[in-house]
């Protein structure tokens, strides 16, 4: 991209920024996802946020903040962060995943 293509825009903004900008259908797209994306992050946050205090009512030592434990979904209790971490289907959870890595 030239000097001269940039010209009517911002400087100091991002190749991804510019594009938002110039084109109304991607920056559409994107605000839809971006919108149903922050929804479901901050429903999640709360629901951790409520087992934690309900937790910490009930007098369990691993609901503390700082223990080095979180609440797991999958197996419905309190888990170490690591292998809270390493259970994440992002960081390849799935069977298949597993033995291809052995």
């Given at each position: 991209m030239?000097?001269?293509?940039?010209?009517?825009?911002?400087?100091?903004?991002?190749?991804?920024?510019?594009r938002y900008q110039n084109d109304p259908?991607?920056?559409?797209?994107?605000?839809?996802y971006d919108t149903a994306y922050n929804k479901k992050t901050v429903s999640d946050r709360v629901d951790r946020n409520r087992k934690r205090r309900e937790g910490q009512?009930?007098?369990?030592?691993?609901a503390r903040k700082g223990?080095?434990?979180d609440y797991d979904h999958a197996t419905k209790k309190f888990v170490k962060q690591s292998t809270n971490r390493g259970r994440n289907s992002k960081n390849g959870?799935?069977?298949g995943d597993?033995?291809?890595r052995g």
């Open positions: 030239s000097r001269n293509s940039l010209a009517g825009t911002k400087r100091g903004t991002s190749k991804s920024a510019r259908k991607a920056r559409a797209k994107k605000k839809a009512k009930s007098g369990n030592p691993k223990s080095g434990y959870g799935t069977s597993k033995r291809a």
